[in-house]
Nanobody
Framework: QVQLVESGGGLVQPGGSLRLSCVVS????????MGWYRQAPGKERELVAV???????DYVDSVKGRFTISRDNAKTTIYLQMNSLKPEDTAVYYC?????????WGKGTLATVSS
């Protein structure tokens, strides 16, 4: 079992920043992919960013240049630094972990971008 706990959401004005964190615990395999997804009201859940075991990253086009995914050296916490936030970034952000055996989700943290 793997447990994921997100934090860092909140209310921010357009152009502002938020930093999301996801603490990962449990039976973590070294070969894994972790990422952030989001789901806006009335929309499908979408991938925002991923970071692989080797450290490579990918982003959805809409956040490139504004968001950065990273992790700590122990690989037990991943972060999503979100800058230049826009109202359309408003969503519940979910942390995701997957390896060759299984996939797990956190419960999500709400980020609201509004003036």
């Amino acid at each position: 079992q793997v447990q994921l706990v997100e934090s860092g959401g909140g209310l921010v004005q357009p152009g502002g920043s938020l930093r999301l964190s996801c603490v990962v615990s449990g039976s973590i395999f070294s070969i894994n992919v972790m990422g952030w997804y989001r789901q806006a009201p009335g929309k499908e859940r979408e991938l925002v960013a991923v970071i692989r075991g080797g450290g490579s990253t990918d982003y959805v086009d809409s956040v490139k240049g504004r968001f950065t995914i990273s992790r700590d050296n122990a690989k037990t916490t991943i972060y999503l630094q979100m800058n230049s936030l826009k109202p359309e970034d408003t969503a519940v952000y979910y942390c995701n972990y997957r390896d060759v055996h299984s996939e797990y989700w956190g419960k999500g943290t709400l980020a609201t971008v509004s003036s």
